[in-house]
């Protein structure tokens, strides 16, 4: 669509249907329900029991935390959540943006107010926020919506402005410098794969492959950047060549095996291999 008639019809959607599990088109059979193994809403999940997990929603504390390491208290007094959003600004995009840079111009911090007070800081202040792990910069941003003893912010940021030298800052302004690079019980490769040995039908299947495929190109964005840090930075360079060979090595390996698993065994070896 040109931009003029965007302009012309905005706000524009994709067409979209209402009630779709009333006339069967969720499931290939036409039935009239959903796209479950009981074809119903399932509160109690079937396929996460027969993958072995958990099938109903649950609460596990992240750690370091409160509860799960009250050791870390009294030095880390402090609960962060980094599921804070703006329109503006998506993951790691737009900060380039004049117009929406100058929305949302700087990384913040949100904190209660009496917190900020007990601490000695105010709105507009820069900020280290620190854990065992490391620390990321942030401006103060004093709101009545958090908890006293939490504090939140948004994640992926950068500076357009920034040091080339030094990735234009990120090392200083990205939250990911405090957390460790570790996944839910069920990451989506973990899900894919066993998505994909538990699928009943060609559709359960392809989905299993974009699941456990996204998976995949997350880990190698993310694999990169953790690896080096885990070594001296003389075996870094070693590391990251090992790390480069792997990934074409992989994908050769498969190319050349898939086709005698297929012919062989079928295509949930292909799965079970895995």
Known sequence: MPLKELQENAPAYIPFEYHKHERGLFRPDGSPSFATPTGRIELWSNFYNNAGLDPLPYFEEPSPGPGATPELLE???????TGARNPTLFHSEHRQIKHLRAVHPDPLVQINPA???KYGVKDGDWVWLENQMG???RRVSETPIVNEQTISIDHGWWFPEGDPGKLFDVFDLNVNQLFKYIPGKAGLTLLGSLMGLFATSTAMFLASRVLEG???GMISVIGPNVMPRLFPLKNQGLVMGIWSLWVPMGSMIAFLTTPLLYGSFGWTSLIQTQ
């Open 75 to 81: 030095e880390y007094p402090l609960v962060l959540t």
């Open 115 to 117: 917190t900020a007070q």
């Open 135 to 137: 620390r990321c910069k």
């Open 214 to 216: 996204f998976g995949m």
